[in-house]
């Protein structure tokens, strides 16, 4: 039987322990795409702000917080890194957005549990997978910024900014974190050594 309209039946699907690595691994990226375009929010409502207070003086920061919250779209947050932050960065921002709305909507489309193939679910995993890595890197830039924001913050109100850190591979980080129960690893490799044209184009890096 293929006609199962409902998402989720009372029966268990037919391998379920790959489905629940699978949903897992769609919650974390899930998680990670909300994280990310709330920073690039939170980054866009310093700027402004900042901007403010330099342009005019203290008493704009309290409007340019409501004017960002008001217009705080991924895409708008995006455009504001445009000044002087070079063009590769903003590439990697893009293509991170990107990935962003994917997963959004489209990571956790596999078609139904209960009757989806193994090589359709790991098809679609292996395009989450990419999307994944192009997301990371642009959280990694935006992330970035927000800890240099905070020891700017602290320094400035005499505090102690604490060491600056950085997070090497973080994009190894994330693809550990997201896809890395053992046993969807290694269907995920199989599938793709098998058919090498799963995934989508690389991004940039």
Not at 54 to 81: N, V, Y
Not at 192 to 204: D, F, I, K, V
Request: proline share 3%; with cysteine; charged share 30%.
């Amino acid at each position: 039987m293929t006609d199962m309209p409902w998402s989720v039946d009372t029966d268990e699907p037919k391998d379920a322990a790959l489905w629940t690595a699978a949903l897992l691994a769609v919650g974390r990226a899930l998680y990670l795409a909300n994280t990310f375009e709330a920073k690039c929010k939170a980054a866009f409502r310093v700027r402004l702000i900042l901007d403010a207070i330099a342009s005019h003086g203290d008493q704009w920061a309290e409007p340019a917080a409501a004017a960002a919250d008001a217009d705080a779209t991924l895409a708008r947050a995006i455009t504001t890194f445009n000044r002087g932050d070079g063009e590769q960065l903003l590439r990697v921002l893009h293509r991170a957005r990107d990935a962003r709305n994917y997963i959004a909507h489209e990571g956790g489309n596999f078609n139904g549990l209960f009757f989806t193939s193994e090589d359709h679910l790991l098809d679609k995993l292996l395009r989450l997978r990419a999307e994944v890595h192009c997301l990371a890197l642009g959280d990694d830039l935006v992330s970035q910024l927000i800890h240099e924001i905070h020891r700017k913050t602290d320094s400035g109100r005499g505090l102690d900014p604490g060491q600056r850190r950085t997070m090497p591979d973080y994009a190894g980080t994330v693809d550990r974190w997201v896809f890395g129960d053992a046993d969807l690893l290694e269907r995920l490799h199989e599938r793709q050594e098998r058919h090498w044209w799963a995934g989508t184009e690389p991004c940039t890096d």
